[in-house]
């Protein structure tokens, strides 16, 4: 089954500051360096679904044009992947049906929480329409794709990858076990996230990522989940061993 990926965004929150920065990412006029929060458009004939929808979610979703969703996947309840769930009302009513979200237990208590008047029992007209699914570590299908969810580290956290087909997405992890590992072999794709230089709590550096990726030895890997603490695009693209890139926002890959 053919498969179109679309980077939504390829950034993220973490070492941005709340008010304007004048870093040399933050003023490139590379685009590739206008980085949004991660998140990630899976496309195919029969099926479009989004894996998170973060806090740039409306504005990711109005630059691509995507008049069709079919599902929303989360990888974890943080805020900068779950905050623009609310935006879904306006499939709800051009395609006249709810819309489908998969998430873990742990996930559905952040919305739960965090968007209680949607699953509140009320016919208040506007409120956002959902089909909540149980995500486990098992595979599940959506409209016939076929997605494998990978379980990973972000810290303490348990979050979410998925294989689809030839193509793996990681994003918020910083341990990936053995076993979790096997499922990404033979991937022709493999994304992961690659925050900044410097260690880190909750996520790859750099080196680790790069480290990991060599490992695995997909036949392609790009990073995404980006901090401007990172650098610039081209600069860091200078230094990544063949087979190795960054992602940014737009890019699209087919299989």
Do not use: W
Request: with cysteine; aromatic share 10%; proline share 4%.
């Amino acid at each position: 089954m053919p498969l179109r990926i679309t980077f939504l965004g390829s950034g993220t929150s973490q070492g941005v500051p709340v008010i304007a920065c004048n870093c040399a990412v933050c003023t490139s006029t590379d685009t590739r360096d206008n980085r949004l929060r991660s998140s990630l458009l899976i496309e195919t004939e029969d099926v479009s679904i989004v894996i998170d929808s973060g806090p740039d979610f409306r504005y990711q979703m109005l630059r691509q044009k995507v008049n069709k969703l079919d599902a929303i996947v989360f990888t974890h309840g943080h805020k900068d992947h779950t905050a623009g769930l609310d935006d879904i009302r306006a499939y709800n009513y051009f395609q006249h049906k709810e819309m489908d979200v998969y998430a873990s237990l742990e996930t559905q208590e952040v919305l739960l929480r965090e968007f209680q008047y949607i699953f509140q029992n009320s016919n208040y007209p506007g409120v956002p329409q959902i089909k909540l699914y149980d995500l486990y570590n098992e595979p599940f299908f959506i409209k016939g794709l076929k997605i494998t969810p990978i379980r990973v580290l972000h810290y303490q956290l348990e979050v979410y990858g998925f294989r689809i087909g030839d193509f793996t997405y990681i994003t918020d992890a910083n341990y990936i076990a053995p076993k979790e590992i096997e499922k990404i072999y033979g991937s022709k794709v493999l994304v992961l996230n690659a925050l900044r230089l410097e260690k880190h709590i909750s996520h790859f550096t750099l080196d680790e990522a790069i480290q990991l990726a060599q490992n695995i030895n997909c036949p392609q890997t790009y990073f995404t989940h980006i901090s401007h603490q990172l650098g610039l695009h081209t600069e860091v693209g200078k230094h990544l061993p063949e087979h190795i890139n960054l992602a940014y926002d737009g890019m699209t890959i087919e299989l």
